[in-house]
Every structure is written in structure tokens, then in C-alpha cells.
């Protein structure tokens, strides 16, 4: 057996009003006559935050549009107007939810490896380190500012560029900035992390190291969605720790049967990810009997609507290509149901599981 060796990322801070040293922070990456490039979340546009941002010299704000989840495109438009404005860059600082943590990364891997973002889709392909990179949460759940990946839908795949150049240099865990998320958004970007920790604790993958975070996340996302009777600063707190462990569990076990189904959401009908793994896990009592049970309480307690009938339309066409998507996340599966899991998850299987979407 050949074990995975881990690349983690560089830097962590962590603690309420933290992002007030971002700028000591970034002092050292500052390179002559490079900017340092801040890709924010689109919500913040006119929000207090921006004028916190640490904005020297020719320094740039960008706001993400994260209406669709990131695509290849985007990112090259991104990464080349960057180049043509300014050659290079000292760093891309992203800020925002899992969307804008994503582009942040691979913007900055695209800002020194040729041609386009979808080249790169899939495992350990980037073979050129990016500019520098940090990543700063605004929404706490898909531990994307932890891990080695950063999903983007391309012209053919829904794949991350999957990478030891991918986790981020430096990354600044401010409770803070989470406060005013949408309690729907919330919930949805939550639930990612206690869907990633049923999955994977239940996963045939799993070993002690995934196991020792995989538990305490799930641990803290209880006590912020089961045991809390109103959301305060410490759900805040908490959830920012499930997320970061929640993260670290996926690095040596793996999602399962939710993501893999949600993947062929997402892809045919651009369903974003929070809330397409909470429409797959409504209906997933076979797989995870005891922790669909809890899903549902927490969804009746925190008074979340999950869609239904989102499938009800669709041709037989559409649901073949979800199928396809879905069934082509092999590990995912294997991780789920062993080996022989295209025994148990037929075509015909997963067919009916979609139409109960
Ligand atoms: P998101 O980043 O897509 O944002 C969802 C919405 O919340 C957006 O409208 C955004 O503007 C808004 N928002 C963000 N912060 C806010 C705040 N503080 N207050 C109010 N609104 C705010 O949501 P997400 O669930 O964090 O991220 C989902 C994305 O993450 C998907 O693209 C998914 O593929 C990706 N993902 C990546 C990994 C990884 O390992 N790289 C893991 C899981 C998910
Ligand atoms: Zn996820």
C-alpha cells in the first residue's frame, strides 16, 4: 500500500477580527511594482468590508461574480486580463464563499501555467507553481480553504484542478465575516460539511486521521444546528472549525453518494452544490439511515426549505448525461459502497433515486 503524502497549506490564522492583519500579513509577499490582486465575493460590493481591505500602491479589487458556481472560462478571462494589465502579480487573495476561494486558486495557478484552466482538470495535471495565494471564508462548510482542489465546470467536466500547487499559501479563518450569510445560505454551505462527515466516517475509505476531524466536525455542526436554541457568535466560531476539520478529514478519506449524485445536478441543471447535496440527502435513508434521520431534524428545527420535484421535467436524455456524470465519480462510489459498487448502484438504481429528486 502506498500512502498519500499530503501537501497542506502554509499559513493558518484564526480568531475574530483577524482579518485586521491582513495587511502586516501580506507585507512579506509584496513583490516591486506587483499588485496584490483581492477577488471578493460579489455580495460585499459597497459592503464596511471592502474598505478594510489592505489596499496598497496598484493594488486591485475584483468582484466574483459567483451567480454560477466557477467555470474554466471565467477563470482564463480572469487570469489573462491580468497578465495583459499588469504581467504579473504578487498574489490573488480571495474572499468570499467556496465559489470565490475556488477562482482564487486556480487564478493563481493560472497566472503562470499556459493555456487554459480546463487543460488542468483532473489529478496532479498543474506542474508549475502559481503566484501566491490566500484564501479568506466568508461562508463556512466545503473546507475549500483547505483543500487540495478547486472545482470548476468545463467544457467537458465538472473537475477541480486537483494539485499539490493547489491549497493555499496563507489562509485567515475570521469568524466575523461569516455573521451576516443568508440563515438559508447558511444552512445549505453547513450542511456541505456534515454531509461530507456522514460520508465519509461511513465511507469504506476511512482511517483514524480522517476519522479524529471527521468526528469533531461532525460533533460541532451538531451543536450549532441540533443543540443551539438561536444562532450567535459562537455557531459562528464553531462552524468555521467544522468546516476547517471537516476538510482535513476528506484529505485521506472521500465524499460519497450525496456529492455523487448532486455532481449530475449540478451539472445538467446548474444546481449549486449546498443545497443540491441537501435535495440528494432528503432521500438518501438507505445509504445513511441515521444521519438522513438527523438531516431532516435539522432541517425542520432550523425551518430550511429543501426544493423538490426538481427532476420532474427532464428528458431521457438529461437524465442519461446525469447519470453519466454521476457514475463517472468512481472513488466516490467505491468510497460509498466498496468495491463492487456498480453491482449495487445499477443504472436502474440511480435512475429511480433521480426521479425522487
Ligand atoms: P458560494 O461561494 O457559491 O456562495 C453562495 C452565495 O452566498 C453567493 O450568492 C455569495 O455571494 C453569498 N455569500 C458568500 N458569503 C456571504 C456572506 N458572508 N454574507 C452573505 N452572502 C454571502 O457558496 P459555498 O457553498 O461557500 O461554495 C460553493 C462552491 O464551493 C461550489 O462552487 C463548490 O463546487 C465549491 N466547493 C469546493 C470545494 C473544494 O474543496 N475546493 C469543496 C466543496 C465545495
Ligand atoms: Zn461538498
Known amino acids: 500500500m502506498k500512502f498519500r503524502n499530503f501537501k497542506m497549506i502554509g499559513y493558518v490564522v484564526y480568531g475574530r477580527g483577524s482579518f485586521n492583519q491582513l495587511d502586516e500579513i501580506l507585507a512579506p509577499q509584496r513583490k516591486a511594482d506587483a499588485p496584490m490582486i483581492f477577488l471578493v465575493d460579489h455580495y460585499f460590493t459597497g459592503k464596511p468590508l471592502v474598505d478594510r481591505i489592505p489596499v496598497r500602491g496598484n493594488d486591485k479589487i475584483i468582484f466574483a461574480d459567483v451567480t454560477y458556481e466557477p467555470k474554466t472560462t471565467y477563470v482564463d478571462t480572469l487570469a489573462h486580463q491580468l497578465?495583459?494589465?499588469?504581467?504579473?502579480?504578487?498574489?490573488?487573495?480571495?474572499?468570499?464563499?467556496?465559489?470565490?476561494?475556488?477562482?482564487?486558486?486556480?487564478?493563481?495557478?493560472?497566472?503562470?501555467?499556459?493555456?487554459?484552466?480546463?487543460?488542468?482538470?483532473?489529478?496532479?495535471?498543474?506542474?508549475?507553481?502559481?503566484?501566491?495565494?490566500?484564501?479568506?471564508?466568508?461562508?463556512?462548510?466545503?473546507?475549500?480553504?483547505?483543500?487540495?482542489?478547486?472545482?470548476?465546470?468545463?467544457?467537458?467536466?465538472?473537475?477541480?484542478?486537483?494539485?499539490?500547487?493547489?491549497?493555499?499559501?496563507?489562509?485567515?479563518?475570521?469568524?466575523?465575516?461569516?455573521?451576516?450569510?443568508?440563515?438559508?445560505?447558511?444552512?445549505?454551505?453547513?450542511?456541505?460539511?456534515?454531509?461530507?462527515?456522514?460520508?465519509?466516517?461511513?465511507?469504506?475509505?476511512?482511517?483514524?486521521?480522517?476519522?479524529?476531524?471527521?468526528?469533531?466536525?461532525?460533533?460541532?455542526?451538531?451543536?450549532?444546528?441540533?443543540?443551539?436554541?438561536?444562532?450567535?457568535?459562537?455557531?459562528?466560531?464553531?462552524?468555521?472549525?467544522?468546516?476547517?476539520?471537516?476538510?482535513?478529514?476528506?484529505?485521506?478519506?472521500?465524499?460519497?453518494?450525496?456529492?455523487?449524485?448532486?455532481?449530475?445536478?449540478?451539472?445538467?441543471?446548474?444546481?449549486?452544490?449546498?443545497?443540491?447535496?441537501?435535495?440528494?440527502?432528503?432521500?438518501?435513508?438507505?445509504?445513511?439511515?441515521?444521519?438522513?434521520?438527523?438531516f431532516k431534524y435539522m432541517v425542520e428545527k432550523n425551518k430550511i426549505d429543501i426544493p423538490t420535484g426538481i427532476c420532474k421535467n427532464l428528458t431521457e436524455e438529461d437524465f442519461n448525461k446525469m447519470m453519466d456524470v454521476s457514475l463517472g465519480m468512481k472513488p466516490l462510489w467505491e468510497n460509498a459502497l466498496g468495491k463492487d459498487w456498480e453491482q449495487i448502484m445499477t443504472r436502474e438504481k440511480l435512475r429511480a433515486l433521480y426521479d425522487k429528486l
Open 83 to 294: 497578465k495583459e494589465e499588469f504581467g504579473t502579480v504578487s498574489g490573488v487573495i480571495g474572499i468570499g464563499g467556496g465559489s470565490t476561494m475556488d477562482l482564487a486558486k486556480a487564478v493563481a495557478l493560472m497566472m503562470n501555467n499556459p493555456g487554459s484552466s480546463a487543460d488542468y482538470q483532473g489529478w496532479d495535471l498543474v506542474k508549475v507553481p502559481g503566484v501566491y495565494k490566500a484564501g479568506i471564508p466568508t461562508l463556512s462548510g466545503t473546507g475549500a480553504e483547505v483543500s487540495r482542489t478547486t472545482v470548476l465546470t468545463g467544457p467537458t467536466k465538472k473537475l477541480g484542478m486537483n494539485s499539490d500547487f493547489t491549497p493555499f499559501d496563507q489562509i485567515v479563518l475570521d469568524p466575523e465575516l461569516t455573521k451576516d450569510a443568508p440563515v438559508n445560505q447558511r444552512f445549505y454551505t453547513g450542511m456541505d460539511c456534515y454531509i461530507h462527515c456522514i460520508e465519509s466516517l461511513e465511507g469504506t475509505y476511512l482511517n483514524e486521521f480522517s476519522k479524529s476531524y471527521g468526528e469533531k466536525a461532525l460533533q460541532l455542526c451538531r451543536d450549532v444546528f441540533v443543540n443551539k436554541a438561536e444562532w450567535d457568535d459562537d455557531c459562528d466560531d464553531k462552524l468555521m472549525m467544522a468546516s476547517y476539520a471537516g476538510g482535513m478529514s476528506i484529505a485521506y478519506s472521500q465524499v460519497g453518494v450525496a456529492h455523487a449524485v448532486s455532481y449530475g445536478l449540478s451539472y445538467l441543471l446548474g444546481t449549486k452544490h449546498g443545497i443540491g447535496n441537501c435535495i440528494v440527502m432528503n432521500h438518501l435513508e438507505e445509504y445513511y439511515p441515521a444521519g438522513v434521520k438527523e
